[in-house]
């Protein structure tokens, strides 16, 4: 069978488009590793100031505890005490403040003799935070002060008590520079730091020719006393460089030269194989058997490239929905020939039903990266549980005890009910593999509080109310080291042939696109649980829509298709023509708006994608709309595109055809938006 001329060039495009996605995945990997480095940076910078700047304000209190106790401040003893306490690359100076906010003594002397008697009650910062420290009995940290001895600091004041009688304050006075100089000193050494109290910078150690990294700073928080400073770290051009590799451009190169070398391949390897027909009956067999063999060889190849790829594909799942829409569109048209042989008809379906299961797995691909539509509304967990409970009982077996414990007052929660129960069937599932001897399955609902506390031990989760589903199993449980991937598309502990590696997959996009979390905890021969938080509605349960009337298919009126992907808009026009339609076609924005100002009669409908080139399809129907105001729209696309579609629901009051579709289905929607026309 000649293969179709224009094959190779789409064969040579997809693998375009799908080096152009690993590449980019690649460059920013590298990000990603730049922006952990710093991160790490940013809490190693975060504990040294944490405890050492602490350290030093704990020298003060433990100061002012002894003097509190000695009742009377002694010169002799406090000098003492103060020289061995004072360092030259911690203090400034340390300083004794009597209750009425007045410097009484300080070391070392020429500190003492730039601040004797001097008045702190007229210095709002400092005597702030005396006046807290008298009043909490703790130490207080000024906000950023400017030194005597010139430059930007703080103080510490420690007051010492006799009893509940105020004796004074120790105060420790900060050089900000030179303190957080020797602090850091050996602590992040390739990287750029600056230490914020509040919107003041109060520190700042900077790269040697090189400015600020903002793109790549990471930021942190230090907390000593009530200080509560802002540290925010960036890398040196160094660091950057060294994490950038060459691979990305490697694998650009590559895989371009390969999507040009392989359609041209395929065009020689078909001249080939019209050449050798040419010699006559003897060699045909035998050129059968070698074209046999290559498909056999690249089939292999192609196995083992995508099992390399494999976790990649889910980003670009989307980009296969127009191929399997010209698939599956012309094996449709293909298959309403009547002179079909019953051989081609059979090799057809075969083409068919291949291309059906690939939008399967498309579809799969599409709810783990959560662009797939939903159809949300509000409804009570318990009775999406209860409605599945007969179903699971069939799915799990007799060997199987399946219990559930459903909360009385559980909760409403707004998502998709045939996602949610998708999710039950397909975690039950599992539990069923797990529990090969049989078991016991446990499904509960809860009504449940996310409070900050749980949020910081749980990145993704926002505190607030939510509802809890939680579904557990007594079978084999998980290896700790298997926990991490089980939610990585094709994953999979099952043998081969057992599973595609997408349920657990499925699960995860579903549960993040209707706002909720999900979490897996189990152990080796101890089970394992699921547990999923979904964000409680305190709205009513809506009424679902009663069985849906049988649409018609057919039609007189004009519609314009506009689609960038020729041999989709040509799949798609036939389908439109086949239902009685009259097709106008448009490949770009700007031809659609040409046709749509030289047609004098009326345009009943767009059709049209969301993305084009240069503008969006809902850019381009508010355009038209301004010829035409009867005119109305459909768009498609193969993916839920936030141009549209926000968070997996659909804009009000915009109908909206998820690609691949196929004709029944596209002349179904067809007659709805225009019969709806027709209604209003």
């Not at 059906?356 to 967990?381: N, Y």
């Amino acid at each position: 069978m000649r293969l179709p001329r224009w094959l190779p060039w789409l064969v040579g495009v997809a693998i375009a488009v799908t080096t152009f996605h690993v590449w980019w995945e690649l460059r920013k990997e590298q990000t990603r590793a730049v922006a952990a480095l710093t991160q790490a940076q940013v809490e190693a910078v975060v504990t040294r100031l944490s405890g050492q700047v602490g350290s030093r304000i704990r020298t003060l209190e433990r100061m002012a505890q002894r003097w509190g106790e000695w009742r009377q401040v002694q010169p002799s003893k406090w000098e003492h005490d103060a020289a061995l306490a004072y360092e030259p690359s911690t203090f400034v100076g340390i300083e004794w403040v009597d209750p009425g906010f007045r410097v009484r003594w300080a070391v070392p002397k020429e500190h003492f003799e730039r601040t004797r008697g001097r008045d702190l009650a007229f210095e709002p910062r400092r005597s702030e935070a005396l006046q807290e420290a008298r009043q909490l009995h703790a130490v207080r940290l000024t906000l950023p002060i400017e030194l005597l001895s010139g430059g930007k600091g703080f103080r510490a004041f420690a007051p010492a008590f006799d009893g509940s009688q105020l004796v004074g304050y120790i105060s420790g006075a900060f050089d900000a520079q030179e303190l957080f100089d020797a602090v850091l000193e050996g602590i992040a050494p390739n990287y750029g730091v600056t230490i914020y109290d509040g919107n003041e910078e109060l520190y700042r150690r900077s790269l040697q020719g090189a400015p600020p990294d903002e793109e790549r700073s990471r930021e942190g928080t230090a907390r000593v006393a009530n200080a509560t400073w802002r540290v925010r770290v960036w890398p040196s051009p160094t660091v950057v460089e060294h994490e950038r590799t060459a691979l990305p451009e490697v694998v650009l190169a590559a895989g371009l030269l390969t999507s040009l070398a392989i359609p041209l391949m395929m065009v020689l390897a078909q001249s080939a194989r019209d050449r050798a027909a040419e010699l006559g009956a003897a060699n045909r067999r035998l050129a059968e058997e070698m074209s046999e063999r290559a498909q056999l060889e690249e089939q292999m190849r192609q196995a083992q490239k995508m099992e390399a790829i494999g976790r990649l594909t889910g980003g670009i799942a989307h980009d296969f929905n127009n191929l399997l829409g010209v698939i599956l569109g012309f094996a449709d048209l293909a298959l309403e020939d009547p002179a079909l042989s019953p051989a081609q008809r059979k090799h057809i379906e075969e083409i068919r039903k291949a291309g059906e299961r690939a939008a399967d797995l498309t579809r799969q691909l599409l709810a783990f990266s959560r662009k797939q539509l939903l159809e949300p509304r509000v409804f009570d967990i318990n009775t999406a549980v209860r409605e599945t409970e007969g179903l699971l009982r069939r799915l799990v077996g007799e060997n199987i005890e399946l219990v559930t414990s459903l909360g009385a007052d559980a909760g409403n929660v707004k998502a998709d009910p045939t996602q949610i129960e998708q999710i039950i069937l397909n975690l039950a599932a599992n539990a069923r593999d797990a529990m090969p001897q049989g078991g016991k399955l446990t499904i509960e609902t809860a009504r449940v509080e996310l409070d900050e506390a749980y949020a910081r031990s749980h990145a993704t989760v926002v505190p607030g109310p939510y509802v809890l589903l939680a579904i557990s199993d007594t079978g084999q449980g998980m290896d700790p080291a298997v926990l991490p991937h089980v939610f990585e598309p094709f994953f999979t502990t099952k043998g081969l042939g057992k599973g595609t590696g997408l349920g657990l997959a499925t699960v995860y996009g579903i549960v993040k696109q209707s706002g909720g979390a999900i979490w897996v905890y189990g152990e080796p021969s101890h089970g394992t649980t699921f547990k999923i938080y979904l964000p409680r509605i305190e709205e009513p349960t809506e009424v679902v829509a009663g069985a849906a009337v049988a649409v018609p298919t057919r039609g007189s009126e004009t519609i314009l298709l506009v689609e960038d992907d020729t041999t989709l808009r040509g799949v798609i026009a036939e389908f439109l023509q086949r239902g009685g339609y009259r097709v106008l076609e448009a490949e770009t924005p700007v031809r659609a708006s040409e046709i749509a100002r030289q047609h004098s009669s009326t345009i009943h409908l767009l059709l049209t994608d969301v993305v084009l080139p240069g503008t969006s399809g809902p850019v381009l129907a508010r355009e038209l709309v301004t010829l035409h105001p009867e005119l109305k729209t459909l768009f498609i696309s193969g993916y839920t595109d936030n141009t549209v579609v926000h968070h997996g629901a659909l804009d009000a009051g915009l109908a909206f055809l998820q690609k691949p579709f196929t004709r029944l289905r596209l002349l179904q929607v067809v007659r709805q938006v225009l019969d709806a026309t027709k209604a209003t």
